[in-house]
């Protein structure tokens, strides 16, 4: 499902599967969720990490794919969002049919390198397109639960205002924290700006400046991430400090 960049060796407990016991769902656009499980051993994991989560049919065939955790910190709590893909092979049960009281299988937290640490004080530019939200709401949430006053800011597109996941969580005022809202289809009645894909433009005119040399995340699918980063370069932007992570269909 996912093609992600995990540089730097993953922590402890990257090769255990846990048992996890789902608490309860929320449904986040007309195709995705949120997932909060109990997963005792978890131990906690690092905002923008994910996970993996493998399924186990009646005749011993496994899948498995790997998921952004929305969550961060200590314990043993986790917060999964999953965007469902029609074809896939476990989006649709985690988005249709999983329920409060079911296991699931999760191994992690996995991956050092697409993470934010609370000790981080430059400025922060996400950049998510989608479910590509999922980890940059652990970092939004981190930087929140850790009292951190590093500016971040986050550029999210969508389709519609519909397809918005955490959208009550990011509209609730922050003062550390910008959200401007970019939609490729469909904008809310009197939106200035018209429907369409993310460009340079409104990277220049809503993010931080390449000269303020702030910490990049961007998530989402290929071409989006792929636009994204090319014009953070174009706009002077340390390739180095520019950290991608980008997604398919699972």
Not at 32 to 52: C, E, K
Not at 103 to 129: K, Y
Request: include cysteine; charged fraction near 20%.
């Amino acid at each position: 499902m996912t093609e992600r960049e995990t540089r730097d060796a993953p922590p402890h407990r990257v090769g255990l599967w846990h048992v996890g016991v789902v608490v309860s769902t929320n449904t986040e656009t007309p195709t995705g969720r949120s997932i909060v499980l109990d997963v005792p051993g978890w131990g906690g994991n690092l905002a923008g990490q994910h996970a993996d989560v493998r399924l186990t049919a009646p005749d011993g065939y496994q899948a498995v794919r790997s998921y952004s955790i929305a969550s961060a910190g200590d314990g043993d709590r986790v917060e999964l969002a999953v965007d469902r893909f029609p074809t896939g092979e476990v989006s649709p049960y985690l988005v249709d049919e999983l329920q409060p009281g079911d296991e699931l299988e999760l191994r992690g937290p996995l991956g050092g390198w697409f993470v934010w640490r609370p000790s981080q004080t430059e400025s922060v530019q996400l950049i998510g397109g989608g479910s590509g939200i999922v980890p940059l709401m652990a970092m939004i949430r981190s930087h929140t639960a850790s009292g951190s006053t590093a500016p971040f800011r986050l550029l999210y597109s969508v389709r519609t205002p519909d397809d918005a996941f955490f959208r009550s969580e990011l509209d609730t005022p922050n003062p550390h924290l910008d959200v401007t809202w970019l939609y490729t289809r469909r904008t809310p009645d009197g939106w200035p700006r018209p429907a369409s894909r993310i460009a340079l433009a409104d990277i220049e005119a809503s993010a931080f400046a390449a000269s303020l040399a702030p910490a990049v995340f961007v998530c989402g699918p290929t071409g989006f991430v792929e636009t994204v980063a090319n014009d953070l370069v174009a706009l002077g932007h340390d390739p180095q400090r520019v950290k991608t992570e980008r997604f398919g269909g699972a």
